[in-house]
């Protein structure tokens, strides 16, 4: 019983950065595993980068390096720097909390000169 809201997506040019911003309700947000997941036009939706509610992280291997995932317990915030972005990270960013399945409405993410 979590509600999900993202935001921070944008029109960048490659090499640039974005940091996504995703808000949780109160509701057991410090139990839950968070997720961005990202879908492009004619793809499935992909993990990019999880964090559990000790902390651990896990990554694509596509955002190794380039992406870290976060988050803030005391203001209910999860967040995903994305830095060196290429054209092939353009897609719909999805916020996901995996105890109730809840997905956020996604942000829009486009890298293009």
């Known amino acids: 019983q979590v509600q999900l809201v993202e935001s921070g997506g944008g029109l960048v040019q490659p090499g640039g950065s974005l940091r996504l911003s995703c808000a949780a309700s109160a509701s057991i947000f410090n139990l839950y595993t968070m997720s961005w997941y990202r879908q492009a036009p004619g793809k499935q939706r992909e993990l990019v980068a999880s964090?559990?509610?000790?902390?651990?992280?896990n990554y694509a291997d596509s955002a190794k390096g380039r992406f870290t995932i976060s988050r803030d317990y005391a203001n209910n915030t999860v967040y995903l720097q994305m830095n060196s972005l290429k054209p092939e990270d353009t897609a719909v960013y999805y916020c996901?909390?995996?105890?109730?399945?809840?997905w956020g409405q996604g942000t829009q993410v486009t890298v293009s000169s």
């Open positions: 996901y909390a995996d105890l109730t399945a809840t």
């Open positions: 964090i559990t509610s000790g902390g651990h992280r």
